[in-house]
């Protein structure tokens, strides 16, 4: 393994204060925002489900528009550096100090390239999908992924909290796969067929230094 490639959305970065803030800007007690999630992402839906369940017509783009207009200098729908994961830090930090290529890249706004770059994490770069104009799981973004690592696929880990995002399009490209336990997806996924597919399951991104001393 030469190098170790991070997904950003709870696998460095903990979502819980962003889906708060919209649970207060939609009105909705943020237990039944959190627990309308999660149970439209176990039936195999995805977490803008869950707004429109609540909120019949809501439309994702005109709302954080009219929030960004209203509140410009808050934090809205974003995350900023009290909401990295405790371990992600000495993590990465370890990665680098034996030797690893270290990157971050996933599928986040501009703006989330911008707060992480000025978090100063020890990675050789970040990269988010909206500058790219790739999304995950598009194959050409884990081309791209391993054309910046600048290692074989085989060579290569990614890190991330789902299968079908994460997991499955790593492996198709060839590169090896970490699936993290934490997040509503995270914790999900671990549990479903599939799951196998990963090289690793780890509950804290600290096991990965050991783990790919080990696995040669």
Do not use: C
């Not at 990665?95 to 599928?107: E, Y």
Request: charge should be negative; hydrophobic fraction near 40%.
């Amino acid at each position: 393994m030469r190098s170790v490639v991070f997904d950003v959305g709870e696998t460095l970065v903990d979502e819980t204060s962003v889906f708060a803030r919209w649970a207060d800007r939609l009105g909705i007690p943020r237990l039944t925002f959190f627990g309308v999630i999660g149970g439209v992402l176990a039936e195999g839906g995805e977490v803008t489900d869950a707004f429109t369940t609540l909120r019949p017509g809501f439309d994702l783009d005109r709302e954080s528009a009219a929030w960004r207009a209203e509140e410009p200098g808050s934090r809205r729908e974003h995350f900023g550096p009290e909401d990295l994961y405790p371990d992600v830090r000495p993590a990465l930090t370890a990665l680098r100090d034996a030797g690893l290529g270290v990157l971050v890249a996933g599928n986040q706004p501009t703006e989330a390239g911008r707060t992480l770059r000025a978090m100063d994490l020890p990675v050789d770069g970040v990269h988010v999908s909206e500058e790219w104009g790739l999304a995950k799981p598009d194959p050409a973004f884990f081309e791209r992924v391993r054309a910046i690592a600048g290692v074989p696929s085989g060579e290569l880990l990614y890190v991330g909290d789902r299968l079908d995002n994460d997991v499955d399009p790593a492996r198709a490209a060839g590169m090896r796969a970490a699936l993290v336990r934490r997040g509503i997806l995270g914790y999900l996924h671990a549990e479903r067929p599939g799951a196998e597919r990963a090289d690793v399951v780890i509950d804290s991104l600290t096991e990965l230094p050991a783990w790919i001393e080990g696995s040669g």
